[in-house]
T-cell receptor, first 114, second 114 residues
Framework: AQKVTQAQTEISVVEKEDVTLDCVYE???????LFWYKQPPSGELVFLIR??????QNEISGRYSWNFQKSTSSFNFTITASQVVDSAVYFC???????????FGQGTELSVKP | SAVISQKPSRDICQRGTSLTIQCQVD?????MFWYRQQPGQSLTLIAT?????????ESGFVIDKFPISRPNLTFSTLTVSNMSPEDSSIYLC???????????FGSGTRLTVV
């Protein structure tokens, strides 16, 4: 069975702090895909990144970076110099089939205070 | 990439009634997914809808409660039947927006049952 765990339910930081959101996944499949989504208070889901199991390169996109480590089954997300607009719930998700369903973690609610 | 139009965006319904949610995609897609997000919770897959065949439901969800139609490759509906306050949730549809790349979500339907 597949599972995604986001152990941090809520995180609160002050603007300009760096923050890391943890994601640990479980699957026996050798091919799988990992995702991060942002859900602002308005409710829509915003796609942030997709990573497949054969690509362990870390990725940086502006203030966002992702650290994928198969050895620890983790796919952590770091926001550098956080801003108030980063306040949202962030979901990590797993898919074991290309085009298949997503299995979501419980989400981490990030609050960035001015 | 695919763009999804989901409606209604929100509704308040009386218990015992039914609500049909529609998702229209601007391109042809093989599979569409319907998720439920209960208040303060993560997303849970209700069912996968393929065109021309019956939807595949996840454990805990049944066709009598959540009938799904998929008449063509760009459209699907989810009906929440005989509603109770426990059905108050956000319902989202999703498609794989580019083959092997990622998933896009509709803007969600925020349902309140009173």
């Amino acid at each position: 069975a597949q599972k995604v765990t986001q152990a941090q339910t809520e995180i609160s930081v002050v603007e300009k702090e760096d923050v890391t959101l943890d994601c640990v996944y479980e699957t026996r499949d050798t091919t799988y895909y990992l995702f991060w989504y942002k859900q602002p208070p308005s409710g829509e889901l915003v796609f942030l990144i997709r990573r497949n199991s054969f690509d362990e390169q870390n990725e940086i996109s502006g203030r966002y970076s992702w650290n994928f480590q198969k050895s620890t089954s983790s796919f952590n997300f770091t926001i550098t110099a956080s801003q108030v607009v980063d306040s949202a719930v962030y979901f990590c998700a797993l898919s074991v089939n290309q085009g298949g369903k997503l299995i979501f973690g419980q989400g981490t609610e990030l609050s960035v205070k001015p | 990439s695919a763009v999804i139009s989901q409606k209604p965006s929100r509704d308040i319904c009386q218990r015992g009634t039914s609500l049909t949610i529609q998702c229209q995609v601007d391109s042809q897609v093989t599979m569409m997914f319907w998720y439920r997000q209960q208040p303060g919770q993560s997303l849970t897959l209700i069912a996968t809808a393929n065109q021309g065949s019956e939807a595949t439901y996840e454990s805990g969800f049944v066709i009598d409660k959540f009938p799904i139609s998929r008449p063509n490759l760009t459209f699907s509906t989810l009906t929440v039947s005989n509603m109770s306050p426990e059905d108050s949730s956000i319902y989202l549809c999703s498609v794989e927006y580019a083959r092997g790349y990622g998933y896009t979500f509709g803007s969600g339907t925020r349902l309140t049952v009173v």
